[in-house]
């Protein structure tokens, strides 16, 4: 099927290529024109967490991009290579002559996901393996959750990856040089940038709006901005009041003065699935809350980030996390800016809440 990413949609395509990893790892190839760390580490942190059994050192892992124009970023070919990847690269003629300009651009954007049944997943498209090309650029991909011939697929990658060569630390070397001498092109500036920041102008709050222009069940993701979490283990995360409507709820005891459970869904990230998460009314500050798996179970550092719940199916939700200064942040809030649905939680609180 057609995927497309943009200033509205961010993440499409790293939502897709989450999705593709869901039902464990045996095997993933990339085949993309440029890369970046940052992009690399999205990838990488999506992987883990679908390997069964943190096995992630077990999965084979080949990477292919290039070295043209010096836009592919040397540290993101040093982190595959630091972990145990089968790294090649084209444009590497070009390095050896001393210049960054290729003959022909190498230009694919081709991911394939091995699994360990035999089956195979894919996504084509448009996208670069840069946080940019995974979160906010206008992108348009086709996603296979599961090929029917997966001989297509290796004809395609033989095809895709038939001029490269295996890059050595020499060659790594050589090129990193080059690339410093080299004046950075706009082109290279737009693909490594970081996303700017959203213009937030005068925001709504979200509680006034709650029980009357805000379904939140319409939405196939919330975020919420985290500061500090609540409860004695720093797992509660307080949600405007309303919210329990995305969760598939209905609640309406808003006068009930005590602590009350709404509902109980299941949050998943890759592999990881964390059933019955408590779901609840708290009426001494009117605030809903989540109780969010702790570090020790799995989950995530949540201070100073922005909490993405996006629905994969009734009762189940995927669960992300990105530090509120990252791209992928700045993304989301842009977003649901630009869609009117970006609001501030409760009447003394600047934090902030968004739908997409």
Not at 72 to 92: H, I, M
Not at 172 to 183: M, N, S, V, W
Not at 213 to 231: L, P, T, V
Request: charged letters at 25%.
């Amino acid at each position: 099927m057609f995927i497309v990413q943009n200033l509205t949609s961010p993440a499409t395509m790293q939502n897709a290529l989450m999705d593709l990893m869901r039902n464990d790892v045996d095997g993933i190839r990339v085949c993309c024109a440029y890369m970046t760390l940052s992009g690399v580490e999205l990838l990488w942190d999506g992987l883990v967490r679908s390997v069964s059994e943190g096995r992630v050192d077990d999965v084979d892992k080949t990477i292919v991009a290039s070295l043209d124009f010096g836009f592919t970023d040397p540290q993101a070919f040093a982190f595959w290579l630091e972990r145990g990847s089968r790294v090649l690269v084209a444009g590497n003629e070009p390095v050896a002559a001393g210049r960054l300009i290729p003959q022909a651009a190498f230009h694919p954007k081709f991911y394939l996901i091995d699994r360990p049944d035999g089956s195979v997943g894919s996504l084509v498209g448009s996208a670069n393996l840069t946080n940019r090309g995974l979160t906010t650029n206008t992108e348009v991909g086709w996603l296979e959750m599961e090929l029917e011939d997966r001989q297509d697929a290796e004809t395609a990658w033989a095809g895709a990856t038939e001029n490269t060569t295996v890059l050595t630390d020499g060659l790594l070397a050589e090129y990193r040089e080059l690339r410093d001498r080299e004046t950075p092109g706009t082109e290279r500036r737009v693909e490594v940038e970081p996303v700017p920041a959203p213009g937030l102008g005068r925001l709504r709050q979200y509680r006034a709006f709650a029980d009357t222009e805000i379904d939140a069940s319409a939405y196939s993701q919330m975020w919420i901005q985290s500061r500090g979490m609540q409860g004695g283990a720093g797992t509660q995360l307080e949600l405007p009041r309303g919210a329990h409507r995305f969760f598939g709820e209905n609640f309406a005891q808003y006068r009930y003065r005590g602590v009350t459970r709404m509902g109980e869904p299941v949050l998943v990230a890759g592999r990881q699935i964390w059933p019955d998460r408590p779901l609840t009314w708290h009426g001494g500050n009117a605030m809903e809350r989540i109780n969010l798996p702790s570090r020790a179970k799995g989950g995530f550092r949540y201070t100073n980030s922005l909490i993405l719940f996006r629905q994969l199916e009734p009762n189940m939700f995927e669960l992300r996390v990105y530090p509120w200064a990252s791209d992928s942040a700045k993304a989301y809030v842009e977003a649901s800016r630009r869609r009117e649905l970006l609001y501030r939680i409760g009447r003394n609180s600047d934090r902030l809440a968004g739908f997409l």
